[in-house]
């Protein structure tokens, strides 16, 4: 192609991250970037130039509802809109540390009992 130059840095890291997207591969590409290996002998702390990537990254991705959260040496990416759970005044007084433990060893029997579907219900409750 005469005459074409090669695009800006900006310009080809936009493409391939759009190309990463729409095939599916962008976790892909984010764990290897996070790879111990790449980062060994520029860190003075364990994962220090990890999470400053990571608190790079994730002022643009919370623009789409989503975060990285390193967890010792595994990082997920977590989608903040999907645990948005909106709970009435009314609800509340219901949600108690006694009625979670009431309502975990109900599925807990269920699953005990091999009644899977009662176990779902209970939990979806």
């Not at 095939?23 to 892909?28: I, T, Y």
């Not at 984010?30 to 111990?36: A, E, F, I, R, T």
């Not at 010792?72 to 609800?91: M, R």
């Amino acid at each position: 192609m005469l005459g074409q130059s090669f695009p800006s840095r900006w310009a080809y890291a936009n493409d391939k991250i759009r190309e990463m997207v729409s095939q599916g591969r962008l976790l892909e590409f984010m764990n290897y970037s996070l790879v111990d290996e790449h980062y060994f002998e520029t860190e003075s702390q364990k994962y220090e130039t990890q999470d400053q990537i990571i608190e790079v990254w994730n002022k643009y991705l919370e623009l789409d509802g989503l975060k990285i959260i390193r967890n010792g040496s595994h990082f997920t990416l977590y989608d903040l809109t999907a645990f948005n759970v909106i709970v009435k005044q009314e609800e509340l007084e219901i949600l108690s540390t006694e009625f979670m433990r009431q309502q975990i060893d109900k599925c807990e029997k269920k699953l005990l009992e091999r009644d899977f579907d009662g176990a779902i219900t209970t939990a979806r409750a």
